[in-house]
């Protein structure tokens, strides 16, 4: 069974960096599309980063410039990095896969079939 482990959340002040790491086990990820999604308390699920099996990035609007989404060497370990976190950055993240590989931007989460179980991000001073 396809696993996705999230780690390197945190409670950070606002204006600090964060990198959460995922690490897929029993699939080759390397071509599948992975993203990173957020959901705060009594909001709806978003995306937050993308990446296709080309390693295209694709950014939510109010992340470009200060994320970036990143495949490790292995191709199994999926990294975002966040810097000037702002306290409306607190949320579950969750890291997501999808075997299709393509076609695959942050406002498609519905789209991914594979979800780890999250990691908490709190941006407070």
């Known amino acids: 069974q396809v696993q996705l482990l999230e780690s390197g959340g945190g409670s950070v002040p606002p204006g600090g960096s964060l990198t959460l790491s995922c690490q897929a086990s029993?699939?080759?990820?390397?071509?599948?599309?992975m993203g990173w999604f957020r959901q705060a308390p009594g909001k709806e699920r978003e995306g937050v980063a993308t990446?296709?099996?080309?390693?295209?990035?694709l950014y939510a609007d109010g992340m470009k410039g200060r994320s970036t989404i990143s495949r490790g060497n292995d191709k199994n370990t999926l990294f975002l990095q966040i810097f000037g976190l702002k306290p409306e950055d607190t949320g579950m993240y969750y890291c997501?896969?999808?075997?299709?590989?393509?076609?695959?931007?942050?406002?498609?989460?519905?789209?991914?079939?594979?979800w780890g179980q999250g990691t908490q991000v709190t941006v407070a001073s």
């Open positions: 997501a896969a999808d075997p299709r590989g393509v076609n695959c931007p942050p406002e498609a989460s519905a789209t991914f079939t594979y």
């Open positions: 029993r699939v080759t990820f390397n071509t599948y599309c």
């Open positions: 990446i296709d099996g080309w390693d295209f990035a």
